[in-house]
């Protein structure tokens, strides 16, 4: 199993790698052709933008190719992945259309408020970041996952009845409960709270209700429910609103600093967006550890909520030992990763909880 995930640690990293230098030759050193091609965008700069936002996001996922095969191949030989390449091929091919949409209006906004706004465009960047946002949490489960997945509305019998048992005792509206065919992708299991307001739902894998005893989902359950009850999909989008401001204006000085053209106002045009892109990644890099870190402890609040609601700490123990084997995943990954990249507290560390727990219960 160390052999699995470090080695896919490993290609993960280097995906990163790939990535960030990418965005570094781009900014820095960009071909003399596609510069003159950004510099003549400027006559039409928004339709320029867009352009070159949708072929930047193709050019990310062809970069990391070289990474994103292998590392599906050996997803496939633990076991873990159930897709042909066929199935890959066109999960791909969806993505990287909707990123392109995504990326294309991003890099059309950011050309917009540069041009208009030379000297305050940060503050305007913020507010876009934090409304885009919110209408993307709002949309993605009824609009993008469904592009993905199917989801049905999880059916009536004993584990609907102790859902709802459960969403009774905690006071909670759940929304909807809706179980996804993750199997036709992976034989890993997981469940989720996502949406806002009227798209609010708990999801929850069919490879945890087909391969879980009751009591280890029920207990998994009680943690989303925790999500619910803790507010934590909206406190997300307020944690964005807090960093987005400052993490903006640290972008508007790093990109004027990389291509000087972004204070020209309406002279400015697409030309600046490789700076503007690289200053972005860097501080989205930089403020999602602190982010992670603030997710860990949301994290460890909804465990505890499962314990306080649902209690059976042996469940709790059973369903993460369980993850950890069927997702083939690290229980116990290197501090400084952990402290990078960990969303969640180690599985050794919620282990250790929910033992600490039952002790004192
Ligand atoms: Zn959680």
Same mark, same amino acid.
């Given at each position: 199993m160390h052999d699995y995930s470090g080695t896919q640690r490993l290609l993960g990293l280097g995906g990163l790698a790939i990535e960030a230098g990418t965005l570094a030759f781009l900014a820095l050193r960009l071909p003399r052709r596609l510069r003159r091609a950004l510099v003549r965008g400027r006559s039409r700069p928004i339709l320029a933008a867009a352009a070159a936002g949708a072929a930047f996001a193709v050019l990310l996922v062809v970069v990391q190719l070289p990474v994103s095969i292998p590392a599906e191949q050996r997803a496939r030989?633990?076991? $873990?992945?159930?897709?042909?390449?066929?199935?890959?091929? *066109?999960? $791909?091919?969806? !993505?990287?259309?909707? !990123?392109?949409? =995504?990326?294309? =209006? +991003?890099?059309?906004? $950011?050309? +917009?408020?540069? #041009?208009?706004? /030379?000297? !305050?465009?940060?503050?305007?960047g913020a507010a876009a970041a934090i409304v885009l946002s919110a209408v993307f949490v709002f949309f993605s489960p009824v609009l993008i996952d469904p592009l993905f997945n199917k989801f049905e509305r999880l059916p009536d019998g004993p584990v609907r009845s102790e859902v709802l048992k459960l969403a009774d005792e905690a006071h909670v509206k759940v929304g909807q409960v809706y179980r996804?065919?993750?199997?036709?992708?992976?034989?890993? *299991? %997981?469940?989720?709270? %996502?949406?806002?307001?009227?798209?609010? #739902?708990?999801?929850?894998?069919?490879? $945890?209700? %087909?391969?879980? /005893? /009751?009591?280890?989902v029920a207990s998994v359950v009680a943690h989303e429910l925790g999500h619910v009850k803790h507010r934590d999909v909206p406190r997300? =989008?307020?944690? =964005?609103?807090?960093?987005a401001p400052a993490g903006m204006l640290v972008i508007q000085r790093l990109t004027e600093r990389l291509a000087p053209e972004a204070r020209l106002g309406r002279g400015a045009g697409p030309v600046v967006l490789p700076a503007a892109a690289l200053s972005i990644a860097l501080v989205s890099f930089l403020l999602n550890i602190p982010g992670n870190a603030v997710s860990r402890g949301v994290e460890a609040s909804a465990d505890s909520y499962s314990l306080h609601l649902y209690g059976h700490p042996a469940a709790f123990v059973g369903m993460q030992r369980k993850l950890a084997v069927q997702n083939v995943a690290d229980p116990d990954p290197p501090g400084w990763l952990q402290f990078v990249f960990g969303t969640h507290p180690k599985t050794v560390d919620r282990i250790g909880y929910a033992l600490t727990w039952a002790q004192d219960h």
């Open positions: 030989d633990f076991g $873990l992945s159930t897709q042909d390449w066929g199935g890959w091929v *066109a999960d $791909l091919g969806k !993505s990287v259309a909707v !990123s392109m949409v =995504l990326t294309a =209006l +991003g890099a059309v906004i $950011l050309m +917009g408020v540069i #041009r208009r706004f /030379p000297r !305050s465009w940060w503050a305007l996804v065919d993750a199997s036709r992708r992976t034989t890993g *299991a %997981n469940a989720y709270v %996502n949406g806002i307001g009227g798209t609010k #739902r708990v999801v929850i894998y069919d490879n $945890l209700l %087909n391969d879980f /005893p /009751p009591d280890q997300g =989008l307020l944690w =964005l609103a807090i960093v």
